[in-house]
């Protein structure tokens, strides 16, 4: 079985600075994706970044970027340039490419991340 | 686009009543949608699996009896909690999934907050 970990429960940032949110994944899987999603006080589920698995090239979007190491099994995020926007619980997730239980989404706990003005 | 919708977004019941929430994908064909339970400064935990004209799969330790989960079309899937308990308040999830977009992300309705008195 798959497993997500977050070991962040809470962490903050000040404005404008850059964070990092720890994400740690078990799978005997080749073939998957990982996800960073926000969930801000209005509960609204939000994608912030997608990773397939077999692709090496970290993924970015914008502000944030991602840092992927496959055979550590960890994926991490990088917030850049931080705004009050940013605050939120952040979900690390693991998909399954193919299978059973293919496209079913297993978070970890979440990490609550604080932006200070 | 991609837009996923929840209805009702909040609801009070008396224990021992029904109560229905309505999941719609608004712009696109969802062939799979999904139910989460999420309890306070918790994750997302995975109810349930509903695909479009078939029975929906349930993971362990979710009642399938009392939580009823039909998926009649390919814009609807509906989740029933049958003879509410104020142990089964919690916020409830779906999202939805669609294939044309050749990945498998999944869009997050806005959710639903059941209060069982």
């Known amino acids: 079985a798959q497993t997500v970990t977050q070991s962040q429960p809470e962490m903050s940032v000040q404005e404008a600075e850059t964070v990092t949110l720890s994400c740690t994944y078990d799978t005997s899987e080749s073939n998957y994706y990982l996800f960073w999603y926000k969930q801000p006080p209005s509960r609204q589920m939000i994608l912030v970044i997608r990773q397939e698995a077999y692709k090496q090239q970290n993924a970015t979007e914008n502000r944030f970027s991602v840092n992927f190491q496959k055979a550590a099994k960890s994926f991490s995020l990088k917030i850049s340039d931080s705004q009050l926007g940013d605050t939120a619980m952040y979900f690390c997730?693991?998909?399954?490419?193919?299978?059973?239980?293919?496209?079913?989404?297993?978070f970890g706990k979440g990490t609550k991340l604080s932006v200070k003005p | 686009g991609a837009v996923v919708s929840q209805h009702p977004s909040r609801v009070i019941c008396k224990s021992g009543t029904s109560v229905k929430i309505e999941c719609r994908s608004l712009?696109?064909?969802?062939?799979?949608m999904f139910w989460y339970r999420q309890f306070p400064k918790q994750s997302l935990m995975l109810m349930a699996t509903?695909?479009?004209?078939?029975?929906?799969?349930?993971e362990q330790g979710v009642e399938k009896d009392k939580f009823l989960i039909n998926h009649a079309s390919l814009t609807l899937s509906t989740l029933t909690v049958t003879s509410a308990h104020p142990e089964d308040s919690s916020f409830y999830i779906c999202s939805a999934r669609d294939l044309r977009r050749g990945y498998n992300e999944q869009f997050f309705g806005p959710g639903t907050r059941l209060t069982v008195l």
């Open positions: 997730a693991f998909m399954r490419r193919y299978g059973g239980s293919q496209g079913n989404l297993i």
């Open positions: 712009d696109f064909q969802a062939t799979t």
């Open positions: 509903s695909n479009e004209g078939s029975k929906a799969t349930y």
